[in-house]
């Protein structure tokens, strides 16, 4: 099965490349973006060694769906997708902070809940939590936007104090936060399931904010499977999950979370594949139809190239 797992495109008016732990983003003209859903998969900050078949695809068309759906909230980035691993759309100029928002205390929320931390970002945590139970409300817990290592936690007071973003463009976003989450429960609880995080980035043009980057993706996101989630929690047992939580889980039971002296267990074709399928599982349950699989017969970086030509051609 093949993977796109690199690119190296040379576009009409390209400006720059930037090479993300997924997506490669070109740069036109400064105007517009070209942004690439590769098949790469990260976890622990490091990018895996073996690309996902099909991932990049489903990333991309879930993302597609959820800002076309939600464009009544808020504007997007989002103009076109002139092939199933690219999207095109308006150049930000972003804010170094991502949005996380939680409606379940699990994941890295939990690990830290149980080493005794009583607050995040901020955000005081009520004692006597069990792990994924809900927090009376979603709480939001911001995170700076790091380059390279890791996203490190921050406050709002934080963010507002030091300029990272101001005040005025803050609550903002922190409202469109909790209304973007809102409508991601309500179209998983039609689908069976619980979206029990998220994280969003918002953006600048001139004055006006955008909701950018990607959406309610299994990448971005934690889904729960409604069915059977309270008996589990009451019996303390773990959830069915539909997340990229899965990939760090095995690579946990390996020995590997991206600590010194810590080897990258090999990842073999099957476990790829069984990936793949996990990712495929997502977007079939989160979209409510099955996924159609752009196959190629020759390379999957040639036919993005042509789609993405043909579709900056049409805007001259």
Known sequence: MK???????????????????????YDINDDLIVMVATDRISAFDVVLPKGIPFKGQVLNQIAAQFLDATSDICPNWKLATPDPMVTVGV???????????????????????????????????????????????????????????????????????????????????????RKL??????????????????????????????????IHTPDSSRYFYADGYEEKFEKGLPQKQLSKEFV??????????????????????????????RYIELYENIVGEKFDKAVEEGDIASRIEKNVKAYLATRK
């Open 91 to 177: 150049k930000c100029e972003g804010f170094r902070v991502e949005m996380i928002i939680r409606s379940i205390l699990t994941g890295s929320a939990w690990r830290a809940y149980k080493e005794g931390c009583r607050e995040i970002c901020g955000v005081k945590l009520p004692e006597g939590m069990k792990e994924n139970q809900r927090f009376p409300e979603p709480i939001i817990t911001p995170t700076t936007k790091a380059d390279e290592g890791h996203d490190m936690n921050i406050s709002k007071e934080e963010i507002i104090a030091q300029g990272i973003v101001s005040a005025e463009d803050y609550a903002v976003i922190e409202d469109w936060t």
């Open 181 to 214: 989450f809102q409508r991601g429960q309500e179209i998983a609880a039609k689908r069976g399931l619980i979206l029990v995080d998220t994280k969003y980035e918002f953006g600048k043009k001139g004055d006006q904010i955008y909701l950018i980057d990607e």
């Open 248 to 277: 760090r889980q095995w690579l946990i039971e390996h020995n590997f979370m991206n600590e010194p002296g810590q080897q990258m267990p090999e990842i073999t074709d099957e476990y790829a594949e069984s990936v793949s399928e």
């Open 3 to 25: 993977a796109l797992t690199k690119t190296d495109f040379h576009f009409d008016g390209q400006k720059s490349v930037y090479h993300g732990k997924v997506r490669d983003v």
